[in-house]
T-cell receptor
Framework: ETGVTQTPRHLVMGMTNKKSLKCEQHLGHNAMYWYKQSAKKPLELMFVYSLEERVENNSVPSRFSPECPNSSHLFLHLHTLQPEDSALYLC?????????????FGPGTRLTVT | GQNIDQPTEMTATEGAIVQINCTYQTSGFNGLFWYQQHAGEAPTFLSYNVLDGLEEKGRFSSFLSRSKGYSYLLLKELQMKDSASYLCAVPLDSNYQLIWGAGTKLIIKP
């Protein structure tokens, strides 16, 4: 595997379910990000991790819970989501947390909350 | 406040040239990124400008004017595969984030 991978690619869940999104980067990067992308809206940064430490949390509802067990893996745990949480969830990594570094994105997980 | 504006959608003809504009308002400046995103796929890096002027990279060029808070992406010899959304992003001055434009959807017609 190369680059940034995400699983699953598609997920349909009910509002009472619990699921997790997984991201893995094979680039040796130190920073990882979760973004939410909704149709015709700018990318919304949710969380930033640098060397497994969360450095940004953009007022994201507690029904989204990130986990970064090591610098190569990032999870987003989901529970009791709302229909408005349906979106494309993108994971990205960069060499370092400095905002001027290029970010490499995974293919995303298309989430539908029913 | 901090804001990025870019057109929602543009249409161009195969073989032609198109210019996609981006204007930004930020408290500081740490460069400007352009990314390309095909439908259903991940955004991919195109360019990063931190100095004024035009930077050419094959068929794609990116221009920056810091005094005007303005950038454009110039695509030459358009191909059907250039149909995608083009995202403009600027690093915030105070932390690790980028602020992103909503993207310009480019439609290429034969």
């Amino acid at each position: 595997e190369t680059g940034v991978t995400q699983t699953p690619r598609h997920l349909v869940m009910g509002m009472t379910n619990k699921k997790s999104l997984k991201c893995e980067q094979h680039l040796g990067h130190n920073a990882m990000y979760w973004y939410k992308q909704s149709a015709k809206k700018p990318l919304e940064l949710m969380f930033v991790y640098s060397l497994e430490e969360r450095v940004e949390n953009n007022s994201v509802p507690s029904r989204f819970s990130p986990e970064c067990p090591n610098s190569s893996h990032l999870f987003l745990h989901l529970h009791t989501l709302q229909p408005e949480d349906s979106a494309l969830y993108l994971c990205a990594s960069s060499q370092d947390r400095d905002r001027t570094y290029e970010q490499y994105f995974g293919p995303g997980t298309r989430l539908t909350v029913t | 406040g901090q804001n990025i504006d870019q057109p929602t959608e543009m249409t161009a003809t195969e073989g032609a040239i198109v210019q996609i504009n981006c204007t930004y308002q930020t408290s500081g400046f740490n460069g400007l990124f352009w990314y390309q995103q095909h439908a259903g796929e991940a955004p991919t890096f195109l360019s990063y400008n931190v100095l004024d002027g035009l930077e050419e990279k094959g068929r794609f060029s990116s221009f920056l004017s810091r005094s005007k808070g303005y950038s454009y992406l110039l695509l030459k010899e358009l191909q059907m595969k250039d149909s995608a959304s083009y995202l403009c992003a600027v690093p915030l001055d105070s932390n690790y984030q980028l602020i992103w434009g909503a993207g310009t959807k480019l439609i290429i017609k034969p």
